[in-house]
Every structure is written in C-alpha cells, then in structure tokens.
C-alpha cells in the first residue's frame, strides 16, 4: 500500500514538472497565454494519465490479511 501511494505522489509531482515546463516554453517560443495553459495543462494530464496507468499495472493491489478459517 505505502509504495503504491507513494509511486501515485511522486507521479503526480513529475506531471507537475512537466506541465510546467511545457507552460514556460510554450510561452517562451512566443504563443498566447491560453495556448501556453492548454500546452501544460494537456501535459500534465497525459504525464499523470501515463504514470498512474504505469504504476497500477507494476504495483500489485494490497491483498489485505489473510482470513482465518
């Protein structure tokens, strides 16, 4: 359980990044404002898309205990 939250945080801080960064150069290579918050929203989205959808397929869900009989 601890990693499997802890792969979903650290996802979603990356996509942060990214989106980030895609804002910034957007902006930078001369678009609009609103074209530059499309460009890192659409980032963070498809980054976080992507991870999580990683995450859940390498991470096995918890089992929980086992029953007794």
Known sequence: MNSRVTAIVIT???????????GIVTAQLGA?????VSAGGATFLAVA???????????PPNQGPPASP
């Not at 609009?32 to 530059?36: E, F, N, P, R, V």
């Not at 992507?50 to 991470?59: E, K, S, V």
């Open 12 to 22: 979603l801080l990356v996509a942060v990044i990214a989106g980030l960064g895609a």
């Open 32 to 36: 609009t404002s609103l074209g530059a």
């Open 49 to 59: 898309t992507l991870g999580i959808a990683i995450a859940a397929l390498l991470i």
